[in-house]
């Protein structure tokens, strides 16, 4: 604290201001000596210094937050999310002069979260590849942004929840080709069979509703429920049972993770192909 102070008490050089910024405040305790100084200080403040504060959203920020009321201008730096997250996303397109679709939007921001510093980054390859004046679709963020071994992961999941074994045969000898992560692709087959475990109905044939936790974007809804109406509970049980020794066989055992995947795409015709599994 002394060396802050000292710092936003020495007048600048060669400028009307000098700014301090002070990063990570919640490291010192709202009630010791050191913030006694601060407070001080705020109260007749040097003119010619502009001191930022920076505090993180924790019990400790909060009580610096109370200890500095009417001292200082408080500013609150909240992650977007939501509506203002993608409408963040169409303007970062619009300053690039693209258009990028609601379904491409809600992609893009599955993909990156929060972090506006990725999104600007990856609208700008989209921009690139479009050029002024060009459109965005989810297939671009696929290609992209996801990379072709996600976008062919992400084909996959959807082949084995169309029930399409043809297909999905195909898809597995890409990923392979492509170098898929084991454990990434369990996790995405798990994900969206515990989605559809919900949207199927149970003995008494009623549905639940996907709980908010899995980040069911709206574009999704009715390629789920399409899927769904392809299933019963009691397959989907099956199927995520399945996953789970396949799981625990990859982590316990030499084995082949694409004989796995490929008896466990067998295994959408409705029978159990998993004697190597055990």
């Not at 400028?15 to 000596?33: D, H, P, Q």
């Not at 937050?65 to 409408?87: I, Q, T």
């Not at 959807?158 to 074994?165: A, E, F, G, K, M």
Request: net charge neutral; proline share 4%; aromatic share 6%.
């Amino acid at each position: 604290m002394d060396e802050i102070l000292s710092t936003a008490r020495t007048l600048p050089f060669i400028s009307s201001r000098r700014v301090v910024l002070v990063r990570s405040l919640e490291k010192i305790k709202a009630a010791s000596g050191d913030a006694a100084l601060l407070v001080t200080y705020l109260e007749n403040p040097v003119p010619e210094t502009v001191l930022v504060l920076m505090t993180e959203d924790t019990m400790a920020g909060k009580g610096w937050s109370k200890k500095l009321a009417g001292l200082c201008e408080e500013v609150a730096f909240r992650p977007l999310k939501g509506r203002a997250l993608a409408a963040a996303v169409r303007q970062l397109a619009e300053e690039k002069e693209i258009r990028i679709g609601p379904e491409a939007v809600e992609r893009l921001v599955d993909e990156t979260g929060a972090d506006l510093t990725r999104l600007s980054q990856e609208v700008e390859k989209l921009s690139l590849a479009a050029g002024p004046g060009g459109e965005v679709g989810i297939a671009d963020v696929h290609l992209l942004v996801c990379g072709y071994a996600y976008q062919t992961m992400f084909q996959f999941v959807q082949s084995v929840c169309d029930r399409d074994i043809r297909k999905s045969m195909t898809l597995a000898a890409n990923l392979f080709e492509a170098g898929a992560d084991p454990g990434g692709l369990i996790g995405m087959l798990a994900k969206r069979l515990r989605i559809l475990w919900y949207l199927t109905g149970d003995d008494s044939g009623s549905r639940g509703k996907v709980p908010a936790s899995f980040r069911v974007q709206s574009w999704q809804h009715s390629d789920l429920q399409r899927q769904a109406a392809g299933f019963s509970r009691a397959d989907v049980e099956r199927l995520l049972e399945d996953l789970l020794r396949m799981d625990h066989a990859v982590k316990s055992k030499p084995v082949s993770f694409r004989l796995l995947l490929e008896e466990f795409v067998l295994s959408l015709g409705g029978k159990r192909t998993f004697p190597s599994v055990g």
